[in-house]
């Protein structure tokens, strides 16, 4: 799967699944890394609409996220952010977002990029089966998560890439903000004023 260097005659795409609530760095990073040794020439960020692990939380709402997701890619010429999740009504189901993107990129190889830890959700995403060929799996190295056991993915459906250790995560940064506890440098300079500026987490 790894094959920087090669040429490639289709197009590449990283897709970034999640619930960027709020987007941090340790959700560039990867995806930034993913697509460094994949040799990608686009990632799309997607903010997920109702997160179907979450459904039991309290989720920031989408047009927020979405923005923050927007502040946070902006600089970067191979990062875009779609609406194809926040803007389908319900639960968000990973096989559809697969399939949106597909409709949309026809033509390209796509890599669905997640997190050590997501893995362990992967089996049990709804038609699990048939994700596999929608597209290439990349796990990425998360500090504190290790790849689950027992149900395994099919072999070779799920690459690791080691990355390197960011402990942050949303859970942590929504923490610190309701506290009053800095955030800089956790997520990008346009999110922790974007936070400050409409009182969210507090
Ligand atoms: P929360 O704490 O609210 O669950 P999170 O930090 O886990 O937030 P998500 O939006 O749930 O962020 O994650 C989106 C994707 O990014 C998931 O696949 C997750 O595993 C991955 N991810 C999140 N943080 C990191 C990190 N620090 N390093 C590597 N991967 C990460
Ligand atoms: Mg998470």
Do not use: C
């Not at 995806?31 to 990632?43: C, F, I, M």
């Not at 639960?91 to 050590?116: K, Q, S, W």
């Not at 072999?155 to 890439?161: E, I, K, P, Q, W």
């Amino acid at each position: 799967l790894s094959t920087r260097g090669n040429r490639h005659d289709r197009p590449r795409i990283g897709i970034m699944g999640g619930t960027f609530d709020p987007i941090h760095n340790g959700h560039l990073v990867a995806a930034s890394e993913v697509a460094w040794v994949y040799d990608l020439d686009e990632v799309i960020f997607v903010p997920t609409g109702r997160p179907v692990f979450k459904l039991d939380k309290k989720v920031t709402n989408a047009e927020d996220r979405y923005l923050m997701t927007v502040i946070a890619t902006a600089s970067n010429p191979k990062f875009t952010v779609s609406r194809v999740d926040i803007d389908r009504p319900g639960v968000t189901y990973t096989i559809d977002t697969l399939r949106d993107i597909r409709e949309r990129h026809p033509d390209a190889e796509l890599f669905f990029i997640t997190g050590a830890d997501a893995v362990a959700e992967i089996m049990q995403w709804k038609d699990a089966e048939s994700m596999w060929e929608l597209a290439h799996f990349v796990a990425v190295t998360r500090p504190g998560y290790s790849s689950p056991d027992g149900v395994q993915p099919p072999a070779g459906s799920v690459d690791t890439l080691e990355i390197p250790a960011l402990a942050i995560s949303s859970t942590d940064v929504r923490r610190r903000a309701a506290h009053g506890e800095p955030v800089w440098y956790l997520v990008p300079d346009g999110v922790v004023q974007y936070i400050g500026k409409h009182g969210l987490y507090t």
